[in-house]
């Protein structure tokens, strides 16, 4: 089934829902492997062996992202700005993304312990934030479509 105007091909759908998912997850992983499973030595704190793979997950999982992202922007992303449909919504989910984008460049790239502590914190906290403001774009997108003049686009 073709999609109308900018909803999303059931394959970009797929798609970002996947790549979001294993973001999320990986997330998940590296905060619950971070904040609770730190190993005790004699000498030192240090962190699990697993939380680096969390965050190779991770890495991986935003490049496949970002590819997404990019392949969304023509088709759905400015069309539906043109038509000033589902604006707010689409614009707060913009906004969350690019900010988890920023931070993620930041915590990578910083050597800056106390900026990390403070980038990291806001992180983790858009990032477990944004299932949720994806989903109510979504449902709010679907209402838009069914009941005004976007989808003729």
Request: glycine share 6%; with cysteine.
């Amino acid at each position: 089934m073709k999609p109308k105007g900018f909803e999303l091909s059931i394959v970009m759908q797929r798609l970002v829902y996947t790549s979001l998912g294993l973001l999320l997850l990986s997330g998940c992983a590296w905060l619950v492997l971070h904040y609770f499973f730190m190993q005790e030595t004699d000498f030192a704190t240090i962190p699990s062996q697993y939380e680096a793979i969390s965050l190779q997950v991770h890495g991986a999982a935003v490049q496949i992202f970002l590819i997404v992202l990019g392949s969304i922007f023509p088709t759905h992303i400015i069309r539906a700005i043109k038509a000033r449909c589902n604006l707010t919504s689409g614009i707060i989910v913009l906004t969350f993304i690019f900010a988890l984008i920023i931070s993620g460049y930041v915590l990578y790239y910083s050597n800056n312990e106390s900026l990390r502590a403070m980038v990291s914190t806001t992180h983790w906290a858009l990032g477990l934030v944004i299932p949720f403001v994806m989903f109510f774009h979504i449902v709010k997108g679907k209402k838009v479509i069914a009941n005004c003049n976007c989808a003729k686009l």
